[in-house]
């Protein structure tokens, strides 16, 4: 009998994991149009165009003007061509020498030319109208997408969906690209298409229901057409979200490092491949609806219009219409039929176009709502306390608050540290305290005021914060330092503040000092190493001068003689203002007057270091873990 070795046998490497599957539940999970009927659909349009205009009003009125005076040029030159031509038709028509019918029908033929060359200026003019409008109007949503997210309270970003619901914004900002030309085709075809039809009615009043036959089942599929490629959206839009987010960490030269030297190239193109064939699987599915209804409408369309043309020919070969009213007849039938098709075909992409509008326009409004209405209290430096009583926050989704019931005063001149473990609501308080974020039960307050009656800017102006993860601008130096909110139009301010952080000569060495872009991906950029990058963070709320200074772990890619320097600085500048530092290196506690230690949301010691030290509890046992490595 043969034993095997299981210790020798090499395991199975496992195939790596699919992306994961994103359901979304609740009120942002639902398709807006799943319930809606065709009729309301059609219905929107007017409201829609209502909508472009008054959009397009605000970015350029004479534009607006000069666009739909084209309109209404185009229709009367319509009008006045199709008359034209049953005029010049009747002598062409007619008996006589062939010299003698063309200079009857040349005042008429004249009037055509006129009329043609009249269409085309009309329609050049509105392009260049279209042309001035659409880059404010892309540039106007864009930007108030941006300030929306901005402006919205931080609390909104743990709200589920509230991501996907902004790339489904982003794609309304897209759509205005060729929402105003989609929009002035349609109103040109729609005056044409009247101008047209009232010509044909003229001529004989059957011919226009049957055109409207031959045309409305190619409406009718287009919407439907436009309904099924907006569920597919709906439908991938966390897909695409997650996706596009991927593809930017996947890209970035700033995480080139670390993708290729742990091996992770093959998964993340694995990743993206799957996560993309999931999205053309979606889309794919869908093919065989539109053809369908492309199919059904096309087949439906051509017997009426089959029908339009049997019944020309029948009142023309019948004696019904005389040979020249027939001949206009059937310039007529085409010109409504090619702007009862523009009309439909622009209508549809104007209905398209309002689904993703509407999804940016409830983004754009929700935000409204969830941007701080707090109070139009001011607050002004200096800030001499701040006090939290009782204050609690959970997150939207939590079972669990964040902080819970955190009692505390600050004085100006204190410097205060927080410590714990991860999770253990450091940050948390941190946004609390800032009015970042505004507390649950509970109240925190400025100077006696609540932050729930002051005006956030005011409070903001009052504070320097060093995060975390702080933001590596792709800005000037200066820039970077500044928030580009200099204080005067020397570099001296700016300089003190690099200085404060021991980054003069590093700077110096740059390119071009102050002015070096901070771009390595841009021709002419420069970039720094991460250390140095933590201290130009410290000195731009450094350069602020703030009455509230927030440190959170402001030295952790420091190298000891720039984490020496930093706490060194805080201590020299803690006299005018209050200093909260947010660290996990226990020793830089020192420099504190209070600490505070963190757990589960709530403090559960506090003291000066040396007494915390021997105080038997969290902030001794972390402390001794850190120092038995």
Known sequence: MTSIDTQDTPAATPPPPPPAEITYTGEYSVNPLGEVSFRKLCTQLPAVLRRIVAMSWDMDRRAVLLLLSCQLITGLA?????TATAKAMRPILGSGAVADRLHQALPALLVVAAATALTRGAGALATYAERRITPRLTTATDTALVEAVCRVEAAAYAVDGFADRQEAAEMGVMRTHVMVADAQRFLSALVRMISASAVLSVLNVLMLPLLLLA?????????????????????????????????????????GDEVRANGMTDYLLF????????????????????????????????????????????????????????ATAVVAVQTTLAALSQVILNGAAVFHTSLYLSDMQAFLD???????????????APVDEIRLEEATYQYPGKDKPAVDGVSLTLRRGDILAIVGVNGSGKSTLTRLITGIYLADKGRVTWNGSDLASVDPASVWACTGLVPQIFAQWPLRVRENVTLGQPRTFDDSPVWEAVDAVGMREAIEDLPHGLDTLLAREVFGGA??????????????????????????????????RGEHQIFEEIKSISGDRITIVVTHRLENTKVADHIVVMEHGRITEQGRYDDLVHAGGTFAELLRLAQDR
């Open 78 to 82: 319509a009008a006045v061509l199709l």
């Open 215 to 255: 045309v409305l089942p190619a409406g009718v599929g287009a919407v439907l057409a436009a309904r099924v490629d907006y569920e597919i959206h709906y439908a991938n839009v966390g897909d695409r979200n997650v996706r596009g987010m991927m593809r930017w960490w996947s890209t970035t030269p700033k995480y």
């Open 366 to 380: 929700d935000a409204a709502k969830k941007a701080p209405k707090r109070g139009e209290l001011p607050m002004r």
């Open 271 to 326: 990743w993206y491949r799957s996560l993309s064939e999931r999205v053309d699987e979606r889309t794919l599915a869908a093919a065989p609806r539109t053809l369908r209804i492309a199919l059904v409408s096309s087949l439906v369309g051509g017997v009426f219009l089959i029908a339009t043309w049997v019944a020309l020919a029948w009142m023309a070969v019948t004696g019904r219409v005389a040979l020249a009213i027939a």
């Open 527 to 560: 970039e720094l190493s991460g250390g140095q990058w933590q201290r130009l963070a410290c000195s731009r709320a450094l350069y602020r001068r703030p009455s509230l200074l927030i440190l959170d772990e402001p030295t952790s890619q420091m190298d000891p």
